[in-house]
């Protein structure tokens, strides 16, 4: 999942406290693009109502905490 996430998170330039900011996602582009990847795999959306909007948020979390990517800001 973090290979997937590494490969397939849509980065951009971003700006932040009036610097241009490059390679980087917001928080809910994130939650989005995580929430439809997961929602794309059909051993996880065996549950009915498919993959939840906190359930993305859960698995960024523990990617955020892992490392696997960091914040720009603080907090």
Same mark, same amino acid.
């Given at each position: 999942?973090?290979?997937?996430?590494?490969?397939?998170?849509?980065?951009?330039?971003?700006?932040?406290?009036?610097?241009?900011?490059?390679?980087?996602?917001?928080?809910?582009?994130? $939650?989005?693009?995580? %929430? #439809?990847?997961?929602?794309? /795999?059909?051993? &996880?959306? @065996?549950?009915?109502?498919? $993959?939840?909007?906190? %359930? #993305?948020?859960?698995?960024? /979390?523990?990617? &955020?905490? @892992?490392?696997?990517?960091?914040?720009?800001?603080?907090?």
């Amino acid at each position: 999942m973090i290979d997937d996430f590494r490969r397939g998170m849509p980065r951009r330039a971003h700006w932040y406290l009036l610097q241009k900011i490059p390679d980087t996602f917001t928080g809910s582009e994130a $939650v989005s693009w995580m %929430q #439809a990847h997961l929602a794309s /795999r059909p051993e &996880l959306t @065996a549950r009915p109502g498919g $993959v939840r909007k906190e %359930q #993305a948020m859960g698995l960024l /979390r523990k990617f &955020l905490k @892992a490392g696997v990517f960091e914040r720009v800001r603080g907090g």
